[in-house]
């Protein structure tokens, strides 16, 4: 079956440090690629996206992501975090021509100042 | 800028009695979805909907689950006869074109 994997489920750094956290999934047709954030008591919003075209795509708030294909993956960057950026972060895909999100299990990212 | 918003934000109802959970989407969009999260678990897809009817549902969609717009603003979520592990956050989401979907703050669900 068609899945999505975070291999992180916690993951705890420092301000300033730089952050990667993983996604793969597994399908071999079309995907569009989404990564959310739930900041804690708020809904789940959309940072960034990729459809097609340049795999390296950016979002809000200095949040970046690339798309390799050949690896199923679709990693979330940022050169430098900061203590609100202490939330929890959802890698989702869409397969082929299909609408539903295929969302993997979180990554719960703290920040200390 | 404009939100999805749901009601109730908690809803606790007894097993076996019926619930509606309601959405009122971001006003220009065509795509309305349901989603859940049990505690602990992934969030799950539950329906789309497009146009007036039901454009995908999971198998998680039985036949206990029912999905309305009732009026132009309005998307809701009926279970029909709720059981114990229908306890979940549902979120409702909406778009304007097919896959950039924005979120509701959800509403938890507790069946006792």
């Known amino acids: 079956a068609q899945s999505v994997s975070q291999h992180n489920h916690h993951v705890i750094l420092s301000e300033a440090a730089s952050l990667e956290l993983g996604c793969n999934y597994s399908?071999?047709?079309?995907?569009?690629l989404f990564w959310y954030v739930q900041y804690p008591g708020q809904h789940l919003q959309l940072l960034l996206k990729?459809?097609?075209?340049?795999?390296l795509v950016k979002g809000i708030k200095g949040f970046e992501a690339e798309f390799i294909k050949s690896k199923f993956s679709f990693n979330l960057r940022k050169p430098s975090v900061q203590w609100s950026d202490t939330a929890e972060y959802f890698c989702?895909?869409?397969?082929?021509?299909?609408?539903?999100?295929?969302f993997g299990t979180g990554t719960r990212l703290l920040v200390s100042p | 800028e404009p939100e999805v918003t749901q009601t109730p934000s908690h809803q606790v109802t007894q097993m076996g009695q019926e619930v509606i959970l309601r959405c009122v989407p971001i006003?220009?969009?065509?795509?309305f979805y349901w989603y859940r999260q049990i505690l602990g678990q992934k969030v799950e897809f539950l329906v789309s909907f497009y146009n007036n009817e039901i454009s995908e549902k999971s198998e998680i969609f039985d036949d206990q689950f029912s999905v309305e717009r009732p009026d132009g603003s309005n998307f809701t979520l009926k279970i029909r006869s709720t059981k114990l592990e229908d306890s979940a956050m549902y979120f409702c989401a909406s778009s304007e074109r097919a896959y950039e979907q924005y979120f509701g703050p959800g509403t938890r669900l507790t069946v006792t």
């Open positions: 006003s220009n969009h065509l795509y």
């Open positions: 990729y459809f097609s075209g340049d795999p």
């Open positions: 399908y071999g047709g079309t995907v569009n």
């Open positions: 989702a895909v869409t397969l082929g021509g299909f609408q539903k999100l295929v």
